[in-house]
């Protein structure tokens, strides 16, 4: 054999060999958000999560970031693709999610 055949056998053995990933969330904190800023570095995507307690509301309204996650691109790309997907899914089954909230409200038909 000769050297290159024992080059492309290592190759081959090492596409074979899957990483398991073993997720433990036993330390993990839940929270809520219903507000979420993106801001980026050229290194890094930072989504800042926070409760607006007045979503409706008019003129300044304070929005305390209860959770700051900072990713490299490579990982917040990962994050796009996982959750377009799940999305996707989530529309199939309950239909579209409309993210205009005018767009959302049902007026009485005696209103306006």
Not at 63 to 73: A, C, D, E, G, S
Not at 98 to 104: A, L, M, N, P, S
Request: glycine residues 6%; contains cysteine.
């Amino acid at each position: 054999m000769s050297e290159s055949d024992g080059t492309q056998e290592e190759a081959r053995g090492a596409e074979q060999q899957v990483q398991e990933v073993v997720v433990s969330d036993a330390n993990a904190n839940a929270g809520y958000a219903n507000f979420c800023r993106v801001s980026s570095t050229p290194e890094e995507l930072i989504l800042d999560l926070g409760l607006n307690p007045t979503p409706y509301a008019t003129g300044k309204v304070e929005v305390k970031v209860t959770q700051r996650i900072i990713l490299n691109h490579f990982t917040a790309k990962r994050l796009w693709s996982a959750l377009s997907m799940a999305l996707q899914r989530h529309e199939q089954a309950f239909g579209v999610l409309e993210t205009d909230v005018r767009k959302r409200v049902k007026l009485p038909p005696n209103a306006g």
